[in-house]
């Protein structure tokens, strides 16, 4: 099992990187090149909900990225330390912070991969997000 960890400051400049990477380690794994469009979306949107998670808890740490090649599978991991409470800004409602931080793009994610994990607590969070390889299809 090959891993390739990445690690960027948070800010939004880095997501395009992470994107590139990403698509490329998941081509070498063996990810079939009809989903490299959708897993580059769903990368692209948990790397801009953990840089906008950092910024909005004014958090200097790394967003963690972690490409793994499996037998029969390709799993990133997007990790951030971002709490899981949300602070609200002076002009919204609680909801409104949580939905535009969170909701839009779990959504989003959760329409382009089918086998997505998204685990938070109070010392932050991770999306963890799966495609089969060209080997888990051959029988």
Same mark, same amino acid.
Do not use: N, Y
């Given at each position: 099992? =090959? #891993?390739?960890?990445?690690?960027?400051?948070?800010?939004? %400049?880095?997501?395009?990187?992470?994107?590139? +990477?990403? !698509? =490329?380690?998941?081509?070498?794994?063996?990810?079939? %090149?009809?989903?490299?469009?959708? &897993?580059?979306?769903?990368?692209?949107? =948990?790397?801009?909900?953990?840089?906008? &998670?950092? !910024?909005?808890?004014?958090?200097?740490?790394? +967003?963690?990225?972690?490409? #793994? %090649?499996?037998?029969?599978?390709?799993?990133? %991991?997007?990790?951030?330390?971002?709490?899981?409470? +949300?602070?609200?800004?002076?002009?919204?409602?609680? =909801?409104?912070?949580?939905?535009?931080?969170?909701?839009?793009?779990?959504?989003?994610?959760?329409?382009?991969?089918?086998? +997505?994990?998204?685990?938070?607590?109070?010392?932050?969070?991770?999306?963890?997000?799966?495609?089969?390889?060209?080997?888990?299809?051959?029988?």
């Amino acid at each position: 099992m =090959a #891993t390739v960890e990445l690690r960027f400051s948070a800010s939004p %400049e880095h997501v395009r990187t992470a994107r590139l +990477v990403a !698509a =490329a380690v998941a081509r070498r794994a063996g990810v079939d %090149e009809s989903v490299l469009d959708e &897993l580059r979306l769903a990368v692209g949107e =948990a790397c801009s909900r953990a840089v906008g &998670l950092h !910024a909005l808890h004014g958090l200097t740490s790394p +967003v963690r990225v972690a490409l #793994t %090649e499996g037998e029969k599978s390709f799993s990133i %991991e997007v990790g951030d330390d971002a709490p899981s409470v +949300v602070p609200t800004p002076r002009d919204q409602t609680a =909801a409104e912070a949580a939905e535009d931080t969170d909701e839009l793009g779990l959504a989003v994610i959760s329409g382009l991969v089918d086998d +997505v994990e998204v685990i938070s607590d109070t010392h932050g969070g991770k999306i963890r997000m799966s495609w089969p390889t060209a080997t888990a299809v051959i029988p």
